[in-house]
């Protein structure tokens, strides 16, 4: 907290930029009419007609080998997102040394021992928040597995293949949301390395990343792909 006066206005304007992005793109994606012709709403449509393609199959290993394939995906940003921490914590313990080595660097802005502390806190906060939400995500693809191990066998039209379908692809959606909220997390998370140069750098990177995550969601080559019936 003591190294909040050492912030100027500019660092101030930055953080502001790079929050209202972060917040105001989950916002948007997740909640406003247009995200759901977006990568995300689109995705949610083929999952509830998985559901109902795999509760009409007696045999259930592709869908079992599908699931698999997602968790062995979260898993691995999860793992890789704890040697990240680490990382930035030894960095939090070795910040004199940090400051010392980058001295005389051209692009070297951290100031402080304070203030770099600041900086690499936010850097470390976006991806802790990375890491809670793909443990969540995991979580939850674990318990899709045991709703499709209980699944019972039909075909649409039938009350209980459709409630149960809307459930499975409802909980498919959730672990699926949570790992779209990490990935973007570390977009962010490398925009709030930025500041570590400077805070016109975080600033354009948070920019930056905006507008590559609306290309990707709402403007790709793969959203073309899904939507194109």
Sequence with gaps: MHAFPHLS???????VV?????????????????????????????????????????????????????????????????YIIAGLVAALGASDKLISFTADLPFAGAGSRELLEIKLMLVLSSFVFA??????????????????????????GEPEIDRYAKRLAKANSLAGDDFN?????????????????????LGVLALVVLVILYRR?????????????
């Design 217 to 229: 969601d709402y403007r790709s080559e793969a959203l073309a792909a899904l939507r194109e019936d």
């Design 131 to 156: 890491y809670f939400k793909f443990t969540w995500s995991l979580r939850q693809f674990n318990l899709l597995s045991i709703l499709v191990g209980a699944a019972p066998l039909g075909k649409t």
């Design 18 to 82: 790079f929050y209202a992005c972060w917040a105001g793109y989950a916002w948007y994606s997740e909640h406003s009419r247009s995200g759901a012709v977006g990568l995300i709403g689109t995705s949610q449509q083929y999952r509830l007609l998985w559901a109902y393609r795999m509760l009409e199959r007696e045999v259930r290993v592709t869908d079992s080998t599908l699931i698999g394939n997602l968790v062995t995906s979260v898993s691995f940003y999860a793992n890789t997102t704890i």
């Design 181 to 201: 909220r990490g990935i973007r997390a570390y977009y962010f998370g490398l925009a709030a390395s930025g500041w570590l140069i400077g805070p016109h750098v």
């Design 9 to 15: 206005l500019i660092d101030w304007l930055a953080l």
